[in-house]
């Protein structure tokens, strides 16, 4: 044979190994991407599943979420009307209770004074008795009683003998007008049936 037979054939047969690899890999390479192609199918129908439970799941928590939101802003409002209501009544109580206390301590305030007062005048008696006290001890008011009452018993005594004397002139007097009497009804009976002529006459 010819060299450039040879060549062609070389050639050709080195062509023909290519094209064999080459499709073997052709074909090797058409299953792998089969293959990768149903996996990503597989993957694809797990991952919606997944989707799908995980939506489920997180519609069903956003459910019970508000449901846990709800119930508890009602317990909030409840809760809230509740804590406004006691504190009203809290406020409200410390209100009369202020109130009760101002007015206690008003009055308080009053009786203070009066026992001020009190107080004032129960020293200024004692003062007085302590005063009066010391007088009795030390006899002058004794001394003072002892010459009142002997004064006393002069004027008395001088209004006793004032007594009499006047007791005296009023019977001196009461026999005087006695005198009198008797002379003027003496001298009524001596001048009846006496004529007198004289303007300044009068009749006794």
Do not use: C
Not at 78 to 93: I, S
Not at 101 to 114: H, L, T
Not at 120 to 130: C, G, I, K, Y
Not at 138 to 151: C, F, H, V
């Amino acid at each position: 044979m010819k060299p450039r037979e040879i060549i062609l054939i070389l050639l050709a047969a080195a062509f023909g190994a290519v094209a064999i690899v080459t499709w073997s890999e052709e074909i090797a390479a058409n299953e792998r991407a089969a293959k990768i192609s149903k996996e990503a199918a597989e993957a694809r129908l797990k991952s919606a599943a997944d989707i799908k439970t995980l939506n489920e799941k997180i519609v069903k928590d956003a459910a019970a979420a508000k449901k846990a939101a709800d119930d508890s802003s009602t317990k909030a409002t409840a809760l809230l009307a509740q804590t406004k209501a006691d504190a009203e009544k809290v406020v409200k109580q410390a209100v009369e209770v202020l109130a009760k206390a101002k007015d206690d301590a008003a009055k308080a305030a009053v009786k203070a004074a009066e026992l001020e007062k009190s107080k004032a005048a129960a020293d200024n008696r004692v003062n007085e008795l302590t005063a009066e006290l010391a007088r009795l001890r030390d006899g002058s008011e004794l001394k003072e009683a002892i010459a009142k009452q002997k004064k006393a018993e002069a004027d008395l005594e001088a209004a006793s003998t004032a007594l009499r004397e006047a007791n005296a002139a009023t019977a001196k007097a009461v026999a005087r007008l006695a005198e009198v009497e008797e002379e003027n009804r003496r001298l009524r009976e001596q001048t009846k049936g006496t004529d007198n002529v004289s303007p300044n006459y009068r009749a006794l």
